[in-house]
């Protein structure tokens, strides 16, 4: 579904990523681990359009969309779920649905009442807090909402971008159970996490990304079994043998 292929962003005269390959398959799971600063963020921009990589090219369905607008790239079937949630605050929970399908309200005019419904199906406090200002939710409620939010617009491929960042642990458990829920719904979802133990328990496959390059790949039972992995992102430390 989605090939990043020898992909290289800046930003000025900074090189963020280095000819950066990787690849999603569709119904797949994918988790992007890496410590901050590694590259993440940036490469989830430069896939949905908010960065254009200066080499390489990012194919959607065979479709070259390097360097195309965000709007037109959500139109294609990418969604992207930002860091730190970027709620509408001032805005209902159900407006903050509303526009996150405001591209397809605006083709077809059609209602999107059963579209919501859906969502309120999947996030059931969404749908006891549907008139309440986003700002005044939790901050798992306010994940979730970006989650619904992101699905609004019916993508093929949703990108998450560290969505466990600042949430209590029984919140992560709850936020990665409804993202291994969405695969089987037909979601296909790349997913950026710090996080790397919480992100390759879900996972089919992973790769590591540090100093904007891709150092190691495999499926997530093999990842977690090498050592560089589990001591750098795992908190285990290498066997080291006594003198």
């Known amino acids: ?16 990523l280095k000819q950066v390959n990787l690849h999603v398959d569709a119904g797949e799971i994918v988790a992007l681990i890496g410590a901050n600063g590694a590259g ?3 490469l989830l921009n430069t ?11 990012i194919l959607f ?7 195309q607008s965000p709007e037109s790239i959500v139109r294609l079937g990418i969604s992207l779920v930002p860091e730190r ?3 509408f605050s001032t805005m209902t929970v159900r407006d903050n649905l509303l526009l996150g399908a405001y591209h397809r309200f605006r083709r077809d005019g059609k209602s999107l009442d059963g579209d919501i419904a859906k969502m309120y199906e999947l996030f059931p406090i969404l749908a006891q807090r549907q008139a309440q200002l986003g700002g005044t939710l939790s901050g798992g409620e306010q994940q979730m909402l970006a989650l619904a939010r992101g699905l609004m617009s019916q993508p093929n491929l949703l990108m998450l971008d560290e969505p466990s960042v600042g949430l209590a642990p029984l919140m992560v458990r709850e936020i990665l159970r409804i993202v291994a829920e969405l695969r089987t719904r037909g979601t296909t979802i790349l997913l950026v996490e710090q996080n790397a133990r919480a992100a390759l328990s879900i996972a089919d496959r992973g790769y590591v990304l540090e100093n904007g390059q891709i150092v190691l790949e495999g499926k997530t039972d093999e990842l977690m079994k090498d050592a560089a992995v589990q001591s750098a992102y795992l908190g285990k430390r290498k066997n080291t043998d006594r003198a």
């Open 47 to 57: 896939i949905s359009g908010l960065l254009n990589p200066r080499h390489g090219q």
């Open 85 to 87: 949630r970027q709620i």
């Open 40 to 42: 993440k963020t940036t």
């Open 1 to 16: 579904m989605l090939q990043v292929q020898d992909v290289s962003t800046y930003y000025g005269p900074i090189r963020a």
């Open 61 to 67: 369905n065979g479709r070259d969309i390097a360097g």
